[in-house]
C-alpha cells in the first residue's frame, strides 16, 4: 500500500511542477531575459531539485542563443536535468547531440557514463518497480545500450573518475541480460526447440560468465543436449557443472 501511495505522490508532484513551469507568465519573462539571467534561473532551479523548471529556462537558452556563453554548459545540464525528470527520450537525443558537436570536449567521459545511466533509466519501468514486479523478460536493447556505454567509458577513459561505478553497474546489466536470455531459453523448452534452447543457454556461459544465472544456464544444456542425443555434450557439460556446482541434482541423475 505504501509502494502504492508512494507512486501516486510522485505523479501528482511531477505535475505539479510542470503546471507551475508551464504558465504564460513564466514564458513570457523567459522570452526577454538575458543569458545570463536564464542560466541563473536555471542553476536555481536545479539547485532546488525543479528540474521542470530547470529544463524550461535551458531550452530557452539553448534554443535563443545557441552560441552564447553557456552554450557547452547548457546542453551538459540538459543532459542531466533529462535524466532527473526520467526522459530518456529527450536525454538520449540531447546526449547524442552533444557527442556529435562536442567530440574532444574534456568532460566526455562524463556524457558517455549519462548515456549509460540514461539507458538503463531507459530500462526500468517505475511501476514495476513499485510493486516488485520482476519483468527482466522486457527487451534488453535499452540494457545492452547501457552496458556498450559503460564499456565503452572504461575503455577510452580508464582514469575517469566515474569508471568504478561504470564496472559495477555492468555487472549488474550482465546479470539482468544473462537472466534475460534464459528465460528465452526456457520459452524454447517449452516449445521443444532443444537446439535453441542449447544455443541460447551457451551464450550465457560465453557472453555472461560468472552471473547467477550460470547454474540454470548449464542444467538447460543438460537436458537439452539429452533430447538431441547429444550424449558427449551433455557430459561435458556435466564435467563444467561437477567442477563449479557439484550439488546440483543433475548430476544425480
Not at 574534456?106 to 539507458?119: A, E
Not at 561435458?236 to 543433475?250: C, G, H, R, Y
Request: glycine letters at 4%; aromatic letters at 10%; one cysteine or more.
Amino acid at each position: 500500500m505504501y509502494k502504492i501511495a508512494k507512486g501516486a505522490a510522485l505523479v501528482l508532484l511531477s505535475l505539479a511542477i510542470t503546471a507551475c513551469s508551464s504558465s504564460p507568465e513564466y514564458d513570457d519573462v523567459a522570452s526577454k531575459a538575458s543569458p545570463d539571467v536564464l542560466y541563473s534561473q536555471a542553476r536555481t532551479s536545479m539547485e532546488l531539485g525543479n528540474y521542470s523548471k530547470a529544463v524550461r529556462s535551458l531550452e530557452a537558452l539553448d534554443s535563443r542563443f545557441p552560441f552564447g556563453p553557456h552554450k557547452t554548459q547548457v546542453q551538459l545540464d540538459l543532459i542531466f536535468a533529462y535524466y532527473k525528470m526520467d526522459d530518456a527520450a529527450s536525454g538520449l537525443a540531447n546526449i547524442d547531440r552533444f557527442l556529435r558537436l562536442n567530440p574532444t570536449h574534456p568532460n566526455i567521459d562524463y556524457v558517455y557514463y549519462m548515456r549509460g545511466l540514461t539507458n538503463m533509466q531507459a530500462d526500468n519501468y517505475l511501476f514495476h518497480d513499485l510493486m516488485n514486479i520482476d519483468r527482466t523478460d522486457r527487451d534488453p536493447k535499452n540494457a545492452q545500450d547501457a552496458f556498450k556505454d559503460f564499456d565503452r567509458l572504461i575503455k577510452s577513459y580508464p582514469n575517469s573518475k566515474y569508471s568504478a561505478d561504470a564496472q559495477q553497474r555492468m555487472q549488474f546489466l550482465k546479470n539482468r541480460l544473462a537472466k534475460y536470455s534464459i528465460q528465452v531459453a526456457e520459452y524454447y523448452i517449452k516449445m521443444n526447440a532443444w537446439s535453441a534452447a542449447a544455443v541460447r543457454a551457451q551464450s550465457v556461459m560465453e557472453k555472461f560468465p560468472g552471473t547467477p544465472s550460470t547454474e540454470r544456464a548449464l542444467e538447460i544444456m543438460v537436458k537439452a543436449y539429452g533430447e538431441l542425443g547429444q550424449e558427449k555434450l551433455q557430459q561435458n557439460v556435466k564435467t563444467v557443472m561437477k567442477a563449479n556446482f557439484p550439488t546440483n541434482e543433475v548430476l544425480s541423475n
